[in-house]
């Protein structure tokens, strides 16, 4: 059974830097796209990174490009999401998911309804 935790939300000023993990049991010998969502206040859950863990390659929503970071330690069975250069609009509940099936591209499992596994979220609070 696939179980996903996150940690490491907090409150920060615009133009510091978190750093997101998601432990993810289960999550083996199956392929696999795991990803990160945020969920702003009166605003639909979005895909921000997505990674297919197999292949590795990745997908960032524009509004993160260039300022966050997806990656994954295999060993330790753990998602990172590395965010740098933080802005008020990153403000929202951070969701790890994963889904079970990454034949396309990362760019294409972008959407709440194509995940099979949620974790519980951590909230990112950003100041200005």
């Known amino acids: 059974q696939v179980q996903l935790v996150e940690s490491g939300g907090g409150s920060v000023q615009a133009g510091g830097s978190l750093r997101l993990s998601c432990t993810a049991s289960?999550?083996?010998?199956?392929?696999?796209?795991m990803a990160w969502f945020r969920q702003a206040p009166g605003k639909e859950r979005e895909g921000v990174a997505v990674?297919?863990?197999?292949?590795?390659?990745?997908y960032y929503a524009d509004s993160v490009k260039g300022r966050f970071t997806i990656s994954q330690d295999v060993a330790k069975n753990t998602l990172y999401l590395q965010m740098n250069s933080l802005i008020p609009e990153d403000t929202g509940m951070y969701y790890c998911?994963?889904?079970?099936?990454?034949?396309?591209?990362?760019?294409?499992?972008?959407?709440?309804?194509?995940?099979?596994?949620w974790g519980q979220g951590t909230q990112v609070t950003v100041s200005s």
């Open positions: 990674l297919n863990r197999g292949v590795r390659s990745t």
């Open positions: 998911a994963a889904r079970v099936g990454c034949t396309f591209r990362p760019s294409y499992y972008v959407l709440r309804d194509q995940y099979n596994y």
């Open positions: 289960g999550v083996t010998h199956t392929d696999y796209c």
